[in-house]
């Protein structure tokens, strides 16, 4: 386990267990003792094989699950102590969601979808809410088409919409769920780059779930799981570059 980068964790699990159908004979754990710390400011990827206890991870980061053993703090604040009410609340104020499928709503414009994590955590937009949102539009590069309807949007506009949505309440952490899963190269590649851009920007953590090698070798650090465990935890690995012999070679 890699300890925070500045000594400040906005994330920190310990000895974190889910069990599925305890007590039946089905039973199944999924997660067998997760130890894990986010610092804030990190950009991190997930990753791991199909069935290896990642979307688990992840639900329960979202305060989505609980887990069966262990304690989650997030922000400082023992999740495990909040009833539901509590979980709906911190849920709001501190996480942002990106999924593969943007989940956006089609007979809304891309401003109103942007804005309605305000109307649900406060039962009202107000004017400064709105006005983020254009500015969240803007910079990802929609301000010419805040107005349209996501069928009148491509999926690289739209997964961007979904981008801006998860960051207009100011978040703490973004949790991010194969975001660039059903997009090509290029859109996947530009997708990736506002991600890099709001972390930088806004300095909020992210903790991107990807079966890409690609966009997890630019992450801050890789955590992979295998069969419910953390196998590594790190930095991605330096490019490999060729001898100069096998350069030279090469430009023959």
Do not use: W
Request: with cysteine; glycine share 10%; proline share 8%.
């Amino acid at each position: 386990m890699t300890a925070p980068v500045n000594g400040s964790a906005l994330v920190t699990l310990r000895g974190i267990r889910k069990t599925y159908n305890a007590g039946r004979p089905n039973e199944a754990e999924v997660l067998h003792g997760i130890d894990l710390d986010i610092a804030r400011g990190e950009f991190v990827a997930l990753i791991g094989p199909s069935g290896s206890g990642k979307s688990t991870l992840l639900n329960l980061l979202g305060l989505l699950e609980r887990p069966s053993a262990g304690t989650y703090t997030l922000a400082g604040t023992p999740v495990q102590d909040l009833d539901d009410d509590g979980l709906t609340r911190m849920r709001r104020e501190t996480l942002g969601f990106v999924f593969q499928f943007h989940h956006l709503l089609p007979a809304f414009s891309a401003l109103e979808n942007v804005t309605l994590p305000a109307l649900a955590r406060d039962g009202r937009i107000t004017p400064a809410v709105r006005e983020r949102g254009r500015s969240l539009l803007a910079s990802v590069g929609l301000a010419a088409v805040m107005d349209r309807k996501p069928p009148e949007l491509s999926g690289g506009m739209q997964q961007r919409v979904a981008i801006a949505r998860a960051l207009v309440l100011q978040p703490a952490l973004v949790l991010a769920d194969e975001p660039t899963g059903n997009l090509d190269t290029a859109s996947s590649d530009e997708v990736f780059k506002l991600l890099r851009h709001s972390h930088a920007e806004a300095g909020i953590s992210f903790l991107i779930v990807t079966h890409d090698p690609r966009l997890a070798a630019r992450c801050d650090r890789i955590v992979e799981l295998i069969d419910g465990r953390v196998a590594n935890d790190g930095p991605p690995a330096p490019p490999l570059v060729p001898p100069p012999a096998a350069s030279a070679a090469a430009g023959l």
